[in-house]
């Protein structure tokens, strides 16, 4: 089976800084892959340029058989890759429901109100948030705000940048839960860059530990778990 | 219930330090106004017989602008915010919410009692003032604030619901206004057809002005785009082959009903004499104020229904966050483009029937301050909101022509005294009157263009799914 996404030594530049020097990523369809790492390893970039801002200076991304490394950004997003990005980067004047309308936008909200119950079904505090701004709901809601935008475009792959930055643990437990939730029920493929190690690598079927731009690791999820230069740098309190 | 009591007015022991407090706030007001207004309105410069400036001290109106600051400061401090407190207080003690579910009849029919209104003000105005009396209400305040409504409903386009700030708006007046003038005057075309040429060419202009800002954002648009006024107003002055420069383009034809009945007095077709009624200009510009008035609800209808459509979510969200749009597919090349497109599309009509209503053109109708005006409607108004917006175009248009009837002032600062001169003294006053009180414009609040549960206002593409 050919991978769904595939990103291939791909070197990225902000400027004359080198921010990617060389990543290779491999997510199959219906898998969940992590990619974590400390601030400033370049995971969010990695994150950017499969999204094609900023397009990657050597190297391909190729989705779905289809070479994106060129392509505008809005054009990527209509091949159903959905992005949560960093910062959530919900639309704060516009209530929960219209941001949900926003994401549907690609099919003109043909599927609209199936998807919104499933949303809903799956987030229910979107449901009784659903009249109020986007930028009163608290920061977990908005993290669910912004994936449930993501997944109202009915994405085959699902962007997740760092969904767990900033939230309560009880709330992060919930949203992975939900991840998993939309793995498993619909095969959703989720690609996660993470700072939370220990729960992003429990949840993922994969994953890859970054440093200055470059993969120095991969594995399974438990397998890098196990590894003791993993638990060294990122889950016992190591360095950041 | 919790314990709410402000010191100063549950307790009576507090009166005298209230006083006081009121009267040091004053002071200080006083003090604070006086630093202000000192320069602005205490000198007076002019020029003296050997044509040199000079200037001298104007004590009595300095000592009139301290004294409303210091006084009314007084006022508010020892009368009306205790009285106001007391209200609160009051009402917060008897426990009930004096926020009703149910809106006041005034309320609920605002929009079409102020529709009636306009429709009938004209035939009001002649019967209060005359046919020729007439002319002031309705050329002055009617078709006047009627221009500014419409040039703000359009510029919200780009502004309050885009977020791009323009400060160039005045740049499409001009080719909407230029387009009718040149085009009737070489090619006689009328004004039915030229008012949509206008508009198009407007709209043209707005996508040429769209494409090298595409990248800016904020404080950097406002810049290109108040330069990008700047350059057609030049060009206006400038290619006096085309535009006669500063001279301006005069003898422009009038509009006429639909080609039927003219407004000139020598044709054969004119409306007075095909009524039978004496020959007043009054009827011309009571037909403008109906075209303007048309002109008007075209712009908000069109502006209501593109916000619920998706151009305008897509333009409301790219006002929010332009990162998060191109993630979610939105082209935001063309979402821009379109903003600025349809908002100078109004400009121009605007333009053109401004053409058609001063019969005369020239660069200096289209200088920056007229964009900063309109610009200002906008944020008054309530980014967004088109009753706020109108609103804040009949206050601010409204109120500069009522400064100009207000003779009974010379009588108070003297013969000399021009009220107008201090329109934008009382601008500034009223913007941070307003800003500091509704921070957000009259109308501040945005209304969601899409509901789950209420039917009645959801959009088309959702009733379609049996939904509404």
Redesign the interface.
């Known amino acids: 089976m050919s991978p769904l996404l595939h990103v291939k030594n791909v070197e990225t530049y902000y400027g004359n800084i080198r921010a990617l020097g060389g990543v290779d990523v491999m997510v199959e369809p219906g898998e969940i892959v992590c990619m974590i790492g400390a601030n400033g390893a370049g995971k969010s970039t990695l994150m950017m340029t499969i999204c094609g801002s900023p397009q990657a200076r050597t190297g391909s991304v190729i989705f779905d058989g289809q070479d994106i490394t060129r392509m505008p950004t809005h054009e990527i997003a209509r091949l159903r890759i959905a992005q949560s990005p960093e910062g959530r980067r919900i639309f704060p004047r516009m209530t929960v429901y219209e941001n949900l309308q926003m994401g549907a936008s690609l099919d003109n909200l043909k599927y609209f109100n199936e998807d919104i119950e499933k949303i809903f079904t799956l987030f229910p505090r979107l449901k009784e948030r659903q009249s109020q701004r986007g930028g009163t709901l608290s920061g977990g809601e908005q993290q669910m705000l912004s994936i449930g935008r993501a997944l109202m475009a009915r994405p085959k792959l699902l962007l997740l940048d760092e969904p767990s930055l900033g939230l309560a643990p009880l709330i992060v437990k919930g949203i992975f839960a939900a991840i998993k939730k939309l793995n498993e029920e619909e095969g959703l493929t989720v690609f996660l860059v993470e700072q939370n190690a220990f729960a992003a690598l429990k949840l993922s079927h994969r994953g890859y530990v970054m440093v200055n731009g470059q993969v120095t690791m991969s594995g399974g999820g438990r397998e890098l778990l196990a590894n003791p230069e993993v638990r060294a740098a990122y889950l016992e309190g190591g360095h950041h | 219930m919790a314990n709410i009591s402000s010191p100063s007015v549950a307790d009576p022991h507090e009166e005298p330090s209230l006083m006081a407090r009121a009267f040091k706030e004053a002071f200080f007001a006083g003090l604070v106004s006086l630093g202000l207004f000192c320069l602005f309105v205490g000198v007076e410069t002019y020029q003296n017989i050997n044509n040199e400036l000079v200037w001298r001290m104007r004590w009595g109106l300095l000592a009139v602008f301290v004294g409303v600051a210091a006084v009314g400061r007084f006022l508010n401090v020892a009368f009306i915010r205790p009285a106001l407190d007391k209200r609160k207080l009051a009402k917060a003690k008897s426990g009930i919410l004096d926020v009703s579910e149910d809106k006041g009849f005034f309320h609920r029919h605002f929009l079409k009692i102020a529709l009636i209104a306009l429709l009938i003000y004209p035939p009001v105005s002649v019967m209060l003032r005359g046919v020729q009396g007439s002319l002031l209400l309705v050329d002055n305040f009617g078709i006047q604030i009627l221009i500014y409504v419409m040039l703000a409903w359009g510029l919200n386009i780009v502004v309050g619901l885009a977020g791009l700030l323009d400060l160039g708006y005045v740049a499409f007046y001009a080719v909407g206004a230029y387009s009718y003038a040149l085009l009737s005057t070489h090619f006689g075309l009328s004004f039915w057809v030229l008012l949509p040429l206008a508009g198009i060419f407007a709209a043209l202009w707005g996508i040429i002005l769209g494409f090298p800002v595409l990248r800016l954002r904020g404080d950097y648009l406002a810049i290109v785009t108040l330069a990008f006024g700047e350059i057609i107003r030049l060009v206006l002055i400038n290619w006096t082959e085309v535009t006669k420069g500063t001279f301006g383009i005069s003898g422009i034809a009038k509009a006429s009903i639909f080609g039927i009945w003219s407004f000139d007095v020598g044709s054969p077709s004119n409306f007075a004499k095909a009524f039978g009624l004496p020959m007043s200009s009054a009827y011309y510009k009571i037909f403008l104020f109906y075209v303007i008035l048309l002109l008007c609800m075209l712009t908000a209808y069109v502006t209501i229904r593109l916000r619920r459509m ?1 151009i305008g ?2 333009w ?2 790219l ?3 332009e ?10 090349v063309t979402t821009k483009l379109t903003a600025f497109a349809t908002g100078a599309m109004f400009g121009g009509f605007a333009g053109s029937f401004f053409a058609a209503r001063q019969g005369f053109v020239s660069p200096e109708s289209f200088v920056f301050i007229e964009s900063a005006v309109i610009l200002a409607i906008v944020v008054l108004g309530g980014m967004g909101s088109l009753t706020g917006i109108a609103i804040a175009a009949v206050v601010m248009v409204g109120g500069t022509e009522l400064l100009r009837e207000m003779n009974f002032l010379k009588v108070v600062f003297g013969p000399e005294f021009t009220p107008e001169l201090y329109r934008m003294l009382i601008f500034g006053l009223a913007m941070v009157v307003v800003m500091l009180f509704k921070p957000r414009g009259f109308v501040g609040s ?1 209304a ?5 549960h209420k039917a009645k206002n959801v959009s088309g ?2 009733t379609k ?1 049996g ?1 509404g």
Not at chain 2, 448 to 452: H, R, T, Y
């Open positions: 998706p979510r897509a409301e969200a006002r929010e966050d990162i998060a749009c191109r993630s979610l597919g939105i082209n935001t945005r969601p263009s899409a509901f789950l593409s959702f799914e939904h």
